[in-house]
Structures are given as C-alpha cells and as structure tokens.
C-alpha cells in the first residue's frame, strides 16, 4: 500500500511546473527545500517518523522535511482510520518544536484527499489547528498553479477559512515566483483586492522561513508590498516564532525577519505568543484565528521597527 505513496525526484520538480526560475543565488535555495519535503515525506511512508533524525538533517531544512512528514502521517491515518495516531507520534518524535510546520503538513494530506480539516485525525492546538488550511492553499497552489494563481478557490475553501487558505497560496506564490519581488507583486495583483492581503502574509512567512533572498530582495519585497505591510510582518512573526520554536535559527532567517519587522526574532516571536495568550477563552474558530493575526499586526504597529497606527 505504502510504495504508490511515494514522491519521486520529478513529483515536486519546480521547473516542469512551470515555476519562475529566479535568480540564480535563490534557485538552488528553493530547490533544496522541496527536496527536503519530499525527504520527509518518504521517510515516514518507508518506516516513521523515527527515521527523519535531526541529527542527520541541515537544521535550515529540518522543519520543511518535518512538513512533509506530517503530510504523508496525515494521509497513512486517513487511508487506514487510525484517527490520528501516525500525527501523534509526530509530534512527539520532534518534542513539539514543530508544532505550526506539523500542522500545515497535514493541510497538504486534506487537500490531496479532498478533505475538510479535521475529518478523521484529532487536531492537536487550539487555533493553531487552522493553519491545517494554509497547508490545504500550499498544496493547491503547488499542484495547480495556472488555476489558483489565476483566481480559483476551491469549493471546500469557500468558508470562513479562505484567508488562511489564501495564506498558504501566498507562501506557494514565494516558490512558484522564484522568490523575486516583481514576479511576487505581479502576480498578486491580478487577483481580487480582499484577497491580496492574505498573500502578502504568506510572502512574508515564505520569505523569512526560507531565508533565501539577499537584503537588496527583501527591501524591494518591502517596496512592492505597500500598504499590505502589516501582513507582511505578520507573516514573519509566524515565520520567527516557527524558528525559535524549533531551538535553531539560521542568520538568513534572522536577518529576514529583522528586515520585515524591525524586531529581532525573539521580539518577533513573542508577538505570536502574547496575541495568542489574549484569546485563551474565545472560541476556536476562523474568527479567532483571523483576531490572532490582527493582534499580531497590531503589535507590529506599535514597535519602534513598525509603524505607528
């Protein structure tokens, strides 16, 4: 049952998706996550989780892989009704250091299933258990580009929860244009209005969890964005606290959220936490995750690195 699940080296190939190539310094960056997925992913088909070891990973890629580690425990608990278990035990195998990157892994395996979030798999985090469908608007965006980057949301997303579906088309959008600000701008633009702040948002996730672009790339993202700077830098936050979570930050990394925030990322991260602290007794809903991002924002506002509102 197990080998038709397997990714193979052309599965994810960028280029014969038609992908924006980039630039030359970013490609092979980008390139070397999508394997890095893709390594998850099969490790988990091929035994467990046990056999994605930190040790024998590059930090910088560690939480990709642990992304499509989630998504192939995901779609082996959906296809034998083990209610979660192989997420579970995720989850443990990484100490809860990836808790956000598990949680949209596990968008992707709905997604490929055409399931809604979270039939059949118990959800591990209150409000973060959302971020199932940013992983949900990756999948789509990755697999079928000419589609959604031209408008089309799909008919399960068509819910309260198509801001953060359309997070996660944002954070594909950063691979799909080769990480070039221009390419980025150009694209979001030809979509609605209401809708293109949401991307910015996965840009700036995209952009600072992957820590591929030089500072000259990240000013002129900064310049492309214009008004949707606030979700850009929310998007960072979400992308600093992921890293720090995880106990290693790449200076790539950390430099990129600097660049979008104005914080470092311990300052960044802690915007994430305290905003979340503030909706401890509200409902677990789209809603709340949609106050969460705005709080964040807020607090960028409110730094001397933001700008005040």
Not at 31 to 50: D, I, K, L, M
Not at 249 to 275: I, K, M, R, Y
């Amino acid at each position: 049952m197990r080998r038709p699940l397997l990714l193979g080296p052309g599965d994810l190939d960028m280029a014969k998706r038609g992908f924006h190539q980039g630039a030359a310094d970013v490609r092979p960056k980008l390139e070397a996550v999508v394997r890095a997925f893709a390594t998850g992913y099969n490790a988990v088909v091929q035994g467990g989780p046990e056999r994605l070891s930190p040790a024998d990973a590059d930090p910088v890629l560690y939480g990709f892989a642990v992304e499509g580690a989630a998504m192939s425990s995901a779609l082996l608990d959906l296809l034998t009704l083990s209610g979660g278990r192989r997420v579970a035990r995720l989850h443990r195998c990484t100490d809860d250091r990836y808790t956000h990157l598990i949680h949209v892994g596990v968008g992707w395996a709905y997604a490929r299933l055409r399931l809604t979030p979270w039939t059949g798999v118990r959800a591990h985090t209150r409000i973060l258990r959302w971020l199932a469908w940013d992983g949900w608007g990756f999948h789509e965006a990755f697999f079928r580009p000419g589609a959604v980057f031209h408008g089309a949301v799909e008919r399960a997303a068509r819910t309260a929860a198509r801001p953060i579906r359309d997070q996660g088309v944002g954070r594909a959008l950063w691979f799909y244009a080769g990480a070039d600000p221009a390419r980025v701008s150009e694209v979001i633009d030809g979509f609605a209005s209401s809708r293109r702040a949401d991307l910015w948002a996965g840009i700036g996730l995209a952009a600072c969890y992957t820590g591929a672009q030089s500072p000259a790339g990240l000013e002129r993202l900064v310049q492309a964005c214009g008004h949707h700077r606030p979700h850009l830098a929310q998007g960072a936050a979400f992308a600093a606290k992921a890293r720090h979570l995880s106990g290693h930050v790449p200076q790539s990394c950390a430099d990129a959220v600097t660049h979008l925030t104005g914080a470092t990322v311990a300052q960044a991260a802690a915007w994430t936490d305290d905003a979340l602290a503030k909706l401890a007794d509200k409902p677990d809903t789209p809603a709340t995750y949609e106050r969460w991002r705005e709080q964040i924002r807020r607090s960028w506002s409110l730094h001397p690195g933001g700008v005040a509102r």
